[in-house]
């Protein structure tokens, strides 16, 4: 089911697997961004979702401002979540990929169930709903 769709993002929930899928399409605007995070944290938490994947593969860089939110901000809820795996498909933007390494590695909001990082959505779906990792 079709939880959120627009130009730039899609969330879309399988109940058999218990699983979200986020992907994101385009880059938006800062509320734009914002907004989708905590929509995302909204579902986990009102669908009970244990394990999501986040396809940032067409995600851009984010700005300092948007950046600093998430690792300040976000992450605090984000780690509260009820999620037990969580994966990312890796933005093809270098420095995207970097911000995201940044985020999931954060010392101050140790993420506390599992994250993985991939390259493809298949692998990433896979471990999810297998545990392993390739």
Known sequence: MVYFYSDYLQMEYYSAQRVLISQWYASCNSLQYRNALIKFLRLT???????????????PSLSEDDLNWTLDVYLRSFCEAPLQRFAIV????????RQTKSILHNKHHQVPFETHIFEDLTSAYDWLLNGNAK
Not at 45 to 59: E, S
Not at 90 to 97: H, I, R
Request: charged fraction near 30%; hydrophobic fraction near 40%; avoid cysteine.
């Open 45 to 59: 938490r009102d669908l009970g979702i244990k394990y999501a994947v986040n396809d940032q593969r067409l995600l």
């Open 90 to 97: 890796n933005p093809f933007d270098a420095e995207a990929s």
